[in-house]
Each structure stands twice: as structure tokens, then as C-alpha cells.
């Protein structure tokens, strides 16, 4: 009989101890994330594990500020819907400090709001930014010696809940996103020449790759893992800085790329005293001009003149006669040789004092027609209109119907012809010109 009894109350202390480790023990704990650097606005929750209904909680923890920021603190998804009527805490990041303390029900009317004994509840929500240095830190729920600064769980009458909860650090590793180059293939040889970089990261945003510091066109393949690469023109022979970035940071090599032979095509460095009429004077300086004879240069392309200033080795000044492009503003400025050409968008900024015409509008209304060949004739044998409506050498560009550098009968016959019996049109082509020392009549 007496083992009967022994065996029942083993038996009982079994099923109590089993029941025992079903219930959720008292616990606050920090989820652990993974974070690539430098990342902003993550959300991160402190979870709790209750035994029994709770009507107030506090939550304290330690962080590196170095590499953690902490930049706003809500309540969390179990909490939020009891709309407590006390929820305010501490923080301070340059300590690295944090409390927070919530009770459900400060009035008579609510007394009885609380949290019910429940496994892994969101009772808090932290926002986070982590830096740029990869590595592993912590938020570490501690214990402090100021009363504000304790991690406690309250029953119904005040008291701290017993057991008292565990506490579980949340880890936070802080993933290393910036590119890395491994190792390469076909990475040398001349301008044009497709080599691939084999490493990682290569697919975070705002990728960059710069050989011998210029653009390189790129592409990248394997999940981030493979670059392929296009190397741009370099002025110099042999081995060029290689550079990959993104927003997440920079890999270099200086021994990235080896150039067998420099590119010679010629490479604009800067343009000098670039605006201005036709026919004002501008410089630039090009480098890989070593062959004189075979340099051409055109603004606009037009085709321009120009000399080579003396002195410089690899670097030459070019004095340039910007052309008549017939128009206003930027113009693209062409330098080449036998290898090749480099251009530059803002080549001159042309300033022209005119207005634009429809070649050979004599009476300057904004179209060519019948009128125009009479006022032209009127103008030679009669005298009237007395002043044609541009002045200067736009007075010739406008009327010079032939193209022959004078004003005079054939011209105004060349606009009947024209008009009339398909003849050739003007000189200066049909459309709206700008010509200098005319009025702006048409579009």
C-alpha cells in the first residue's frame, strides 16, 4: 500500500513539473535582427512572456551609441489596443540609455484594464538606425540602480510579480554591404576592353565604377557577386585605379586594371574664355595632341580654325575662332585626331545680337511671299521703303536671295522665280535664321 502511494505521488510531481514547463515563465526579451549598415528607421520589438495578468510594466536597457541610434519608442501590438493611460520613458543616445514605464489604468473607471497572462506579446517597439561600421552590438535589458531604470511586471495590488522576469538581450548584427573585389578576369589590355570583377555587393543602390577616375560603363550578373566592366579611355600606360562604389561604401585597387597602351584619342581637360559672337577667340586644353597635322576641331559641326600654342608634352592649348553656328547658346566643341574624338556639350556659349527672319522676308512681316519680291525691287528703283529692316551685314544675309555677296535686281527676280516657277530658293535655306542686326519676326 505504501508503494501504491509513493508511486501515485511521483506520478503527481510529474504531472505538476510537466504542467510547470507548459506555463509561460515571466520574461522580457529584445528580438535580435540583422541590419545592413548604415540603415535608418528599423523596427525592432521587446516581447514579454506572462505567467499572470500584468497592470503595469517598465522596460530599461543599455545600447552602444556608436552603433546604435534609437530615434522613437511606441507601444507594441499587445499593448497598444488597451490605450494606456501612463506611457512615458527616458532616452538618451548619447549615453546610450533607455527606460519606459506603462500602466494600463491611472482612474477608478478603467481599474481593472490589464494584460493577460499570454506567451510572446509586443509590449514595445523601438526605431532604430545603426551605423556604418559591420560588426555585432547589443541592447542589453539591465537592471540599473536608479528606480526609473528597472525592468519590472506589476500584479493587481502594486506589487513586482514573482518570479521576477528574465531578461534575454536582443543581438544585433550589423551586416557589411559595401562592394568587395575578389579577383578579376581579362583585366587588361586597351580602351574597350571588357573585364569582370568577381567579389560581392555588387547589386546595392547607386553603383559607381570609375577605371584610371573615369565613368566605366557596367553591368552587373550573380546576384551582386560578378561585374562586368568596360574600360574607359586613360591618357597613361600601365596599371589604373580601379574603383567600385555604392551608397553603402567604396572598394579600390590602384592595381585594378593594367592599361598595355595608352589611349591617344585626344581627351578635353578644360575649355577657357568660352562664350562670346562668331568669331571671338576661345582656348582649350587637350591632351594626347603629339601629331599636329592630324587634329581637327569643330564647334557646332563647323568645322573651325584653330592653332596649337607652343609648349606642353602631353598637354596642348588650342586657340580656337568659334564659327558662325547661327545660333544662340551652348555649342558642342569636337577635338580629334587619327585615334579618335572627345567632345565637350558646353563647347561656347554664343551670344548673338539678332533676331530670327525667314531669309529673304524683305518687309520683315514673317513669311516669304509675292510681297517681298515687289518690296526689294521698290527698294532698289524707288526708294521706298527707304531702309530694309535689319542693319548691317543682316541686311545683306537677308536679301541676298542668290548668294552672291550683293543686294541687287536678280535678287528680287530670284524671289519670283521661286514663289512662282520653282526656281532655287535662298541662299540661306527657308527656315526661321537668326541673323545679326535683324528684329525677331517668326519662330
Not at 31 to 53: F, K, M, Y
Not at 338 to 353: H, K, L, R, S, W
Not at 356 to 380: E, F, K, M, T
Request: glycine share 10%.
Amino acid at each position: 500500500m505504501g508503494k501504491i502511494r509513493c508511486f501515485q505521488f511521483a506520478v503527481m510531481l510529474s504531472v505538476l513539473a510537466c504542467a510547470a514547463t507548459l506555463m509561460a515563465t515571466n520574461r522580457f526579451e529584445v528580438s535580435g535582427r540583422n541590419i545592413p549598415q548604415s540603415t535608418t528607421g528599423v523596427e525592432i520589438s521587446i516581447r514579454a512572456d506572462l505567467d499572470q495578468d500584468i497592470y503595469g510594466f517598465s522596460v530599461s536597457l543599455n545600447f552602444d551609441p556608436d552603433d546604435v541610434t534609437v530615434t522613437s519608442v511606441r507601444l507594441g501590438s499587445a499593448v497598444a489596443p488597451l490605450e494606456p493611460e501612463f506611457s512615458a520613458g527616458v532616452l538618451d543616445n548619447e549615453a546610450g540609455q533607455l527606460s519606459h514605464g506603462v500602466v494600463f489604468a491611472l482612474s477608478e473607471a478603467r481599474i481593472n484594464t490589464k494584460l493577460e497572462s499570454a506567451e510572446d506579446l509586443e509590449v514595445l517597439v523601438l526605431v532604430i538606425d545603426v551605423g556604418a561600421t559591420p560588426g555585432t552590438t547589443t541592447l542589453d535589458l539591465v537592471n540599473g540602480s536608479a528606480p526609473g531604470r528597472l525592468n519590472v511586471m506589476t500584479d493587481g495590488v502594486g506589487n513586482s510579480v514573482s518570479p521576477a522576469p528574465t531578461l534575454v538581450d536582443g543581438t544585433i548584427n550589423i551586416i557589411d554591404l559595401a562592394p568587395h573585389m575578389d579577383s578579376y578576369l581579362n583585366n587588361n589590355g586597351s580602351s574597350g576592353t571588357v573585364f569582370t570583377i568577381i567579389g560581392n555587393n555588387f547589386d546595392q543602390p547607386e553603383l559607381t565604377v570609375k577605371v584610371c577616375g573615369n565613368d566605366a560603363e557596367h553591368e552587373v550578373f550573380a546576384n551582386g557577386q560578378t561585374l562586368q566592366v568596360t574600360a574607359p579611355r586613360c591618357p597613361d600606360k600601365g596599371p589604373a585605379l580601379l574603383e567600385v562604389c555604392t551608397v553603402r561604401g567604396c572598394a579600390r585597387d590602384p592595381l585594378g586594371f593594367m592599361y598595355t597602351v595608352a589611349d591617344t584619342a585626344p581627351i578635353i581637360t578644360s575649355v577657357i574664355s568660352n562664350e562670346g559672337r562668331a568669331g571671338s577667340v576661345f582656348f582649350t586644353d587637350v591632351r594626347n595632341l603629339s601629331n599636329p597635322d592630324t587634329v581637327t576641331v569643330k564647334v557646332c559641326g563647323t568645322d573651325a580654325t584653330f592653332s596649337i600654342l607652343p609648349g606642353g608634352v602631353t598637354l596642348r592649348t588650342l586657340l580656337i575662332n568659334a564659327p558662325d553656328c547661327g545660333t544662340g547658346g551652348w555649342a558642342t566643341l569636337e577635338v580629334c585626331n587619327e585615334f579618335g574624338c572627345d567632345t565637350v556639350a558646353e563647347g561656347f556659349n554664343y551670344d548673338i545680337v539678332g533676331g530670327r527672319q525667314v531669309p529673304g522676308d524683305c518687309n520683315s512681316d514673317g513669311s516669304l511671299d509675292l510681297s517681298d519680291g515687289v518690296c526689294l525691287l521698290s527698294h532698289l528703283f524707288l526708294g521706298a521703303p527707304v531702309e530694309l529692316p535689319c542693319d548691317g551685314a543682316g541686311e545683306t544675309a537677308l536679301n541676298d536671295f542668290n548668294g552672291d555677296a550683293n543686294v541687287d535686281l536678280s535678287d528680287g527676280v530670284g524671289v519670283l522665280v521661286y514663289l512662282f516657277q520653282g526656281g532655287p530658293a535662298h541662299a540661306e535655306g527657308t527656315q526661321c535664321k537668326v541673323l545679326v542686326g535683324c528684329p525677331n519676326v517668326c519662330n
